[in-house]
């Protein structure tokens, strides 16, 4: 493996465009565009203040910089540097910025999410949307990119607006069986919009594109419900997270459970595959090596070389017991991925300090972000398995 | 003791009352009328003897008194005129045992009966029947109180006895009643355990709730307070900023097309779009499903027609069941919905769907209750046959052992079906040529060996055999001299029948040794080699057959010769044969050799032609 030099970033942006030639990293106010292959520079922008959001259009033609302290968003052209956009919001604030799928629409959402601003950069047209919902999720785009769910909450009750993005059209507006509702998510196939409930009410509720109410699922009551939910590529699988360290897995025939996951701490399944990492310091040599020598030695004893070992069954997950008094506890199920050949799905649970799970598009391996380390796991080609469970310590 | 007269008949009526002796009721009143006379101590007074006679017991000397004590037994004569000393004697006897004066002292005029000792021993007998009498009174006074008491006990001893069971039986029942309550008692405690729990649980879930709810609450307080500051500031900050939008100049549309206006119809083409996507996901999904009922469809029909094959074959065997009718209507009708079925499944309508699943089913029940019975058949014979029965790990051993078994004799026979191939797969006439034959090669080499040595023997033998005629030959003229010489001696013999025999004797006897040493001469060719004196006979007897020509008569030189020895084919002796030929016995031997060599000159050459 190769590295390259190190390069400053801030915000932790840093973005591939969707079409892969090109890199753009923020540095306090300044937009970097480099060239994927050789890193060159090839663009510099700035910006008026410290940029909290970037984002690339759909079709890596502009980036979005937000500043949401100051309501502004700033949109930069590849093709035509010196073509300049900017939107301040004013005194209403600024809360969140997002491409819409065809990227020519930018989405403000103001502050106290009192409305939500649709920018054109066609036709300078402006819409607002009243009334979004601040909430998990509350906008979700089709996979397609023809529709757009918005979550809104009038007068104590949850709706849901569907609109074309082509003009903004509202297509359908109807009201969702919710308590509180959390989040809006489309099917890869765009035909079933999932809406989920806040914690405290295990529901989910699936309505069709055209807003019919197709079916309704709640595992247990009391206990707090939902925590992250994800389809399958194929639309086939809906798998629920929940709070109590299982993940459900519904079908998108009856939308009855078909299975359901568990996160034991003691891994006693024959079928389960475990590695641990297990830390190798090289020998330290003997004390009387001249200073120089040591100094060199000195890089070496810290490059610890880390090998995995298949651990034999039952394995012992270590398992660090979250304080159940706060709010939105560190337990449950919180992140989950499938791979794009609809074959396995990770899942997270716990205190793991996991930040990320994503998997390749291939489905052959996954990538696990934790804080300070990242870590990326092959899967074995040729086998049967449902699920691949890693819950594997990353320090 | 005896004081008054009074006292005196007091005691005896008493006694004789206790008695009970009818007969000596009258003797009584005469004793009574005896001791009203007297009135003295006893031992002074004298007793009449006499009327106590009447008391003797001759037969029987001591008085039972464990019957009835007022029963006595029937007195017979104990004292009679003659036996009175006797009598005297032996009550004295016993009065001292008992520790009573005597009875009688010697005196000068004979014995004389001490009337007040007499009296005295009467009355301590009767003290001493009273204390005995009032002894049994006593005691069976005592006899009644224990046998009440016994009574008394007894009737007790039962009241207890069912008391105890009584009890017994209330405390198991007791015992019970506390089972039962400890068991509810844990029960309870059980669900107790379980309820604490439950509210343990939901205690924790209200608590994480509250926290959710008071997290909740604060954050929205918090937006709420912001908002009231912002609001605030707006109006007392009064200049609004406005929202604007700054733009070079337009960009066009992702797809290079204009936008348009929105109308009715651009609503309306939304909508049918809309309704577009979502005919074309159900309709992918109908065609999904409608592909995945056809195979199972197809996988039902697979199963039923399994079941019914594997049903079918139990029919003829099972003759005499009662569902044998049903059976084959079943099957009958099972064949008809299986064509109906597979008719109406082409149209896949609903009657059909249900037709097969009924019919399916129906022939699963069948396949249950059949695997059942055959359980149910198996257990029996597992019962019966318990010794028999093979543990399950044996079983599975054995299977193994079988499978690996097979395994190997497969590989056998592939191997050798692979050997096979080649040697039958055509190859180069090269090769063919040289491996023509190939394996008849080991044989015919050594049949070639056989051949080379059988050669080697037949020379020796050929060799052997012209020595052997040879010496015949050498044998017939010695032969012939030798009789030329007996005919010679035998004249001389006759001729000279004289008594000068001794004189021939030596003659004779040199003839005789003569005949014996060529015998042994002639013999001893045909034994030096003794082993192949078999063989010699063999290639004699079978060259005689085999080829004639060369030796036209050697069977018959030898047998004119008599020179064929006795023998058969196990025992070859010379010393036999020079006994034979010596005993002279030889038209007999002639006969019966001849017999004899044509059988084995037979034999041999059955067994010449058999060895090749």
């Keep these: ?395 | 003791m005896c004081t008054t007269s009074k006292d005196y008949t007091g005691a005896i009526e008493h006694l004789f009352m206790f008695l009970d002796a009818p007969e000596l009721q009258n003797e009584a009143e005469d004793v009574n009328c005896w001791w009203e006379i007297k009135d003295t101590s006893c031992s002074s007074s004298r007793y009449r003897i006499s009327s106590l006679r009447q008391y003797s017991q001759s037969s029987v000397l001591p008085l039972p008194m464990t019957r009835n004590p007022y029963t006595m037994p029937t007195i017979s004569a104990f004292c009679t005129e003659d036996n009175v000393s006797e009598c005297i004697s032996y009550i004295n006897q016993e009065v001292s045992s008992l520790g009573f004066p005597l009875l009688c002292t010697e005196s000068n005029n004979g014995p004389e009966l001490n009337l007040v000792a007499v009296l005295n021993n009467v009355y301590n007998l009767l003290q001493l029947h009273r204390r005995c009498l009032q002894t049994v009174e006593e005691i069976e006074v005592e006899q009644v109180k224990s046998n009440s008491n016994m009574d008394y006990l007894q009737l007790s001893n039962t009241r207890l006895k069912d008391q105890l069971e009584l009890s017994k039986r209330e405390n198991t029942g007791l015992l019970e009643r506390e089972r039962q309550l400890q068991l509810k008692v844990k029960s309870l405690h059980n669900c107790l355990k379980n309820e604490k729990e439950e509210v343990q649980k939901l205690q924790s879930i209200i608590a994480s709730r509250a926290t959710q709810y008071n997290h909740d609450m604060k954050r929205k307080e918090r937006e709420f307070g912001k908002l009231k500051e912002r609001l605030n500031q707006l109006l007392i900050d009064k200049k609004d900023k406005k929202q604007t939008f700054e733009v070079l100049n337009y960009v066009g549309r992702s797809d290079g097309k204009r936008s348009l206006w929105k109308t009715g119809k651009t609503e309306a083409r939304h909508e049918g779009e809309m309704y577009k996507t979502l005919l074309n996901d159900y309709d992918s999904r109908h065609k999904d499903l409608l592909m995945e009922n056809a195979e199972l469809k197809k996988v039902l029909q697979q199963m039923k027609r399994d079941m019914v094959t594997i049903l079918r074959p139990r029919k003829p065997s099972q003759s005499g069941e009662k569902h044998d009718d049903s059976l084959e209507q079943t099957s009958s009708e099972e064949d008809e919905v299986c064509d109906s079925s597979r008719e109406s499944l082409e149209l896949s309508c609903e009657h059909a769907r249900e037709q097969l699943t009924n019919s399916i089913r129906q022939q699963w029940r069948r396949l249950k209750s059949h695997v059942e019975r055959l359980d149910s058949q198996a257990s029996l014979v597992g019962e019966r046959a318990n010794m028999n029965a093979i543990p399950k790990e044996v079983h599975e051993e054995e299977m193994d052992r079988l499978k690996l078994e097979i395994q190997q004799y497969k590989d056998f026979i592939h191997t050798q079906q692979q050997l096979l191939q080649q040697l039958n797969s055509p190859c180069d006439d090269e090769t063919a040529s040289l491996l023509n034959d190939c394996y008849m090669q080991e044989e015919k080499e050594r049949l070639k060996e056989d051949w080379k040595s059988f050669e080697e023997k037949r020379k020796n033998f050929e060799a052997e055999r012209k020595n052997f005629t040879e010496a015949a030959i050498r044998l017939s003229h010695e032969r012939k001299a030798f009789e030329e010489d007996r005919a010679t001696w035998l004249k001389h013999q006759f001729l000279n029948l004289t008594p000068f025999g001794d004189q021939m004797k030596p003659q004779m006897s040199k003839s005789q040794s003569a005949l014996s040493g060529c015998a042994e001469s002639e013999v001893r060719p045909m034994s030096t080699p003794a082993k192949l004196n078999k063989s010699l006979s063999h290639t004699a007897f079978s060259t005689s057959r085999a080829s004639p020509a060369k030796t036209p008569s050697t069977a018959d030189l030898y047998r004119t010769h008599c020179l064929i020895p006795e023998k058969s084919p196990s025992t070859i002796h010379p010393k036999q044969d020079s006994s034979i030929l010596r005993n002279g016995d030889v038209p007999a031997q002639l006969r019966h050799v001849n017999g004899g060599a044509n059988c084995r000159a037979y034999t041999f050459t059955g067994d010449r032609n058999g060895s090749i």
């Design chain 1, 1 to 395: 493996m190769n590295f390259s030099e190190v390069f400053k970033q801030s915000n932790q942006l840093c973005r591939v465009s969707p079409d892969g030639k090109y890199l753009a990293t923020c540095v306090q106010y300044r937009l970097v565009v480099r060239d994927v292959n050789t890193l060159q520079i090839l663009h510099l922008y700035t910006c008026l203040d410290q940029i909290v959001h970037m984002e690339w259009s759909s079709d890596s033609l502009f980036i979005l910089c937000a500043m949401y302290k100051r309501g502004l968003v700033q949109v930069w052209s590849l093709e035509q540097p010196d073509w300049y956009c900017k939107i301040d919001e004013g005194s209403i604030g600024l809360v969140s910025s997002r491409w819409s799928p065809d990227g020519r629409h930018i989405l403000n959402t103001t502050e106290f999410h009192l409305r939500v601003t649709v920018w054109s950069l066609c036709t300078k047209a402006v819409s607002y949307i009243k009334y979004p919902k601040a909430c998990q999720k509350g906008i979700d785009f089709s996979r397609d990119g023809c529709y757009m769910a918005l979550a809104e909450r009038r007068d104590c009750r949850d709706y849901v607006s569907v609109f074309v993005c082509d003009d903004w059209h509202l297509l359908r507006h109807f009201e969702t069986e919710t308590q509180d509702l959390a989040g809006v998510e489309w099917s890869p196939n765009g035909c079933v919009l999932a809406v989920w409930d806040s914690c405290l009410e295990y529901k989910v509720l699936l309505y069709s594109l055209d807003g019919r109410l197709l079916s309704t699922f709640s595992a247990y009551e009391w206990s707090l419900g939902i925590k992250s939910l994800a389809w399958s590529p194929s639309s086939q699988f809906l798998a629920i997270g929940s709070y109590d360290g299982k993940v459900r897995i519904l079908n998108h025939i009856t939308w009855k459970k078909v299975t359901e996951f568990d996160h034991p701490a003691s891994i006693n399944n024959t079928k389960a595959v475990v590695y641990k990492e297990v830390e190798r310091k090289p020998v330290v040599g003997s004390a009387d090596l001249f200073i120089q020598q040591r100094i060199t030695m000195g890089s070496t004893l810290f490059n610890t070389q880390s090998k995995y070992e298949i651990c034999p069954l039952p394995v012992q997950v270590p398992v660090v017991k979250p304080d159940l008094d706060r709010a939105n506890p560190k337990v449950g199920v919180s992140s989950m991925a499938f791979s794009s050949d609809n074959r396995y799905l990770a899942t997270k649970n716990g205190g793991f300090q996991v930040q990320s799970v994503t998997w390749h598009c291939s489905g052959d391996s996954l990538i696990l972000l934790g804080k300070e380390q990242l870590c990326l796991c092959y899967m074995e080609v040729g086998e049967e398995e449902e699920e691949e469970e890693d819950d594997d310590d990353v320090k």
